[in-house]
């Protein structure tokens, strides 16, 4: 960088570039949207057929296209805007020093030098003659040259060598900026096809980590989120942000943003399918990687065909980590394809509010079926044991099948149904009689109600109707999240957990030996058991409930509601009827909606 460029550079014009990317992604974000919740969502309730399959998938390729270039444009944006802003400082200090020169009268020249006149008075007998000073950065030169302006008869000279060496310092800066950004920004372009390839979106993870790195600086501009702060903090803080703040944090901190409880759904959805589309094809890229040095696995010997050595030596090296990759794509695949299902049998848009594929070793998913932000009856679903990220798409079909049936039992309102999977589950029946699992989760749990709750009065300035299911040990997460003694009197119910109902399905247990304990009236804990519950729940014909007591919810002890249920096993409670829906979907539809009197009650 020198002189002549960086006295042409306008920092503002990057900044202008920085939102007219930002803009460009806005109406690729808003075209992506348009594609999948309004024209394919409506293709799929009218058209059917080979050809509709046909444009479903290309208006699926061209929904990805607009959403790789709407994180690209973010990331882009908030690359500008880092480069400007590194830019700013060394401008400013070039400026201040030219206008000293303009004041003093002095000549800055092409390289950055000073030139001063003759001196203005006669030093012993003539007037001191005028000259050029080049300025330094180096410590030492500006000490020798400090000395020299001391004993020069000239007092011009002193001050044109300090304006000098703020030029010299501003070109540095700005050199060491020029040399940072520009391998970055150079970075920052796009294959010259029109696939959107598993390479393309690793390499957004690339320039994403690549300009967080270079705009450091610029982004510890941003106001940061209260440390420590609960989902009501979280909300107010994201209010307070300017839209151009909003959207620095989205592109350069996705995964933080998905995370944050309190923020409004869209956003955490928008932040998190960032994050999905990278690592989708970060982990594509990597298992085909894996693949092609996979060699045969059998050979054929005269002794006949045995195991091959070297897929032995792969299978040690790779095997475990191709197991887990094509495990966590599976689970991926599902969340697209709900994703692409979005208009089918109505079905609401997808809210991806969660996700993380290395937690653990069974990952998290939280998905929502609408948004709860604004809808009328929530229902957070929690799943139990054996889930995990890889089979997914059964525990978002049960979901689904949730939603479908409460807006069927209330169609004059809106419903959100939450498959929340963002805590570590058991992986056997016998670790479903442990209560430690569930410790962590509860707390989890907890949580994401409190945020899920602070947005909806953010977007609404009101409550949900707001119910917590939980299945097998999920219920045990949701007894932990819940457990409360509270204070109860004729004009008071004190409860500190944002739900207004309480389902277990198939429970072990809730840590409470009595519905009492979870923190609202008892008439709002149900229960329901089916075929083959006992088997979960009973070891050697005795209790082995999670409770203080060992009582489970399905027990006349335990106060709840028990409703009826044709759940001809432990995993049946969400299957269709002969008349489209189970009565044990039924009634867990009818407490999504509130409509209590609807619900049929076992040996009613």
């Not at 060699?295 to 095997?319: I, M, N």
């Not at 409190?450 to 947005?455: K, S």
Request: glycine share 12%; with cysteine; charged share 25%.
């Amino acid at each position: 960088m020198d002189y002549t460029a960086l006295k042409a550079l306008r920092p503002s014009e990057f900044e202008q570039a920085a939102d007219g990317y930002r803009a460009t992604g806005d109406m690729a974000q808003a075209a992506k949207d348009h594609i999948d919740n309004v024209v394919a969502a409506g293709m799929r309730k009218s058209l059917e057929g080979e050809a509709a399959d046909a444009a479903h998938k290309q208006l699926q390729a061209l929904s990805k296209n607009f959403h790789y270039t709407q994180i690209e444009c973010g990331v882009i944006s908030a690359a500008l805007n880092g480069f400007a802003y590194d830019m700013a400082a060394p401008k400013r200090t070039l400026e201040a020093a030219l206008a000293d020169a303009h004041a003093e009268s002095f000549t800055v020249n092409s390289d950055g030098s000073v030139t001063y006149p003759a001196g203005p008075e006669k030093v012993d007998g003539k007037i001191p003659a005028g000259g050029t000073a080049s300025g330094t950065t180096d410590s030492t030169a500006q000490g020798i040259y400090g000395q020299a302006a001391l004993f020069d008869p000239n007092p011009h000279f002193g001050r044109a060598q300090a304006i000098a060496s703020r030029i010299a310092r501003a070109l540095k800066e700005a050199t060491a900026a020029d040399e940072k950004w520009a391998p970055k920004l150079r970075a920052l372009k796009a294959d010259d096809d029109l696939t959107v390839s598993d390479r393309d979106w690793a390499d957004v993870g690339k320039d994403m980590r690549g300009v967080r790195q270079g705009a450091g600086d610029y982004l510890d501009t941003l106001p940061v989120p209260p440390k420590d702060g609960g989902p009501a903090d979280n909300a107010s803080w994201w209010k307070g942000l300017t839209n151009d703040q909003r959207a620095d944090y989205i592109a350069m901190q996705p995964a933080s943003v998905g995370a944050m409880g309190g923020l409004p759904a869209d956003v955490r959805d928008e932040a998190n399918r960032a994050v999905f589309a990278e690592t989708r094809g970060n982990y594509q890229s990597e298992l085909d990687k894996i693949r092609l040095q996979e060699p045969p696995r059998y050979v054929v010997t005269p002794q006949g065909t045995v195991q091959s050595g070297k897929w032995k030596e792969w299978d040690e090296r790779y095997g475990d980590r191709a197991e887990f990759l094509d495990g966590r794509l599976d689970g991926m695949e599902a969340l697209q394809e709900r994703f692409d299902d979005t208009g089918t049998g109505g079905l609401p848009a997808a809210y991806l509010l969660g996700f993380d594929p290395e937690a653990n070793h069974d990952g998290r998913v939280i998905l929502a079926n609408g948004n709860p932000d604004t809808a009328d009856h929530t229902a957070v679903f929690v799943p139990g044991t054996k889930t995990v990220m890889d089979k997914i798409g059964e525990e978002m079909g049960q979901s689904e099948m949730l939603w479908g049936q409460a807006q069927a039992e209330a169609p004059d309102q809106s419903v959100s149904t939450i498959v929340w999977f963002d805590y570590d589950a058991p992986n056997t029946i016998p670790d479903a009689v442990r209560a430690g699992y569930a410790t962590d989760g509860g707390a989890t749990l907890r949580h994401f109600l409190e945020g899920n709750d602070a947005a909806h009065q953010v977007a609404t300035g009101d409550h949900a109707h707001r119910t917590v299911i939980g299945h097998s040990y999920g219920s045990t997460v949701v007894g932990e999240a819940t457990q409360y003694t509270p204070e109860y009197s004729e004009s008071k119910w004190m409860s500190p957990t944002p739900a207004d109902d309480i389902i277990a399905v198939g429970s072990p247990g809730m840590q409470v030996s009595h519905a009492a304990g979870l923190g609202m009236k008892q008439e709002h804990v149900w229960a329901m058991g089916g075929g083959g519950d006992d088997l979960l729940v009973r070891v050697g014909g005795k209790y082995v409930g999670l409770g203080d007591e060992g009582n489970i919810p399905t027990d006349p002890e335990f106060g709840a509601n028990i409703m009826d249920s044709d759940a001809g096993n432990h995993g049946a409670f969400w299957d269709a009827g002969e008349n489209g829906a189970s009565l044990s979907l039924r009634n867990q539809a009818r407490v999504i909606v509130g409509a209590y009197g609807n619900v049929a009650l076992k040996d009613e």
